[in-house]
Nanobody, 121 residues
Framework: QVQLVESGGGLVQAGGSLRLSCAASGSIFSINDMGWYRQAPGKQRELVAVMSRGGWTNYADSVKGRFTISRDNAKNTVYLQMNNLKPEDTAVYYC???????????????WGQGTQVTVSS
């Protein structure tokens, strides 16, 4: 069984920083893309950042220059370094990963339970 566990959320003041972590565990053969989404109250879930296993990245325009995604493939972990946080960044942040299990079934997207990030003005 595969699961994703996020950590690192919290309450910070505008201009502050947080580092989110997401560790995948279980019967994993390979992880393709890993990334972060967020959902604020009353809004649609949106892509924040994604990174392929080989290092390709994509960021939402709203976070470019402030957030940095990284991966440690040996640990099946993805990180999101968030700097210069703004109140508009307040949301539940969800880890997402496309995972091939050791049963070698087609890759399936998995989601973490989410971690709350709150940025005060």
């Amino acid at each position: 069984q595969v699961q994703l566990v996020e950590s690192g959320g919290g309450l910070v003041q505008a201009g502050g920083s947080l580092r989110l972590s997401c560790a995948a565990s279980g019967s994993i053969f390979s992880i393709n893309d890993m990334g972060w989404y967020r959902q604020a109250p009353g809004k649609q879930r949106e892509l924040v950042a994604v990174m392929s296993r080989g290092g390709w990245t994509n960021y939402a325009d709203s976070v470019k220059g402030r957030f940095t995604i990284s991966r440690d493939n040996a640990k099946n972990t993805v990180y999101l370094q968030m700097n210069n946080l703004k109140p508009e960044d307040t949301a539940v942040y969800y880890c997402n990963a496309k995972i091939i299990s050791r049963a070698l079934l087609p890759a399936v997207p998995y989601w973490g339970q989410g971690t709350q990030v709150t940025v005060s003005s």
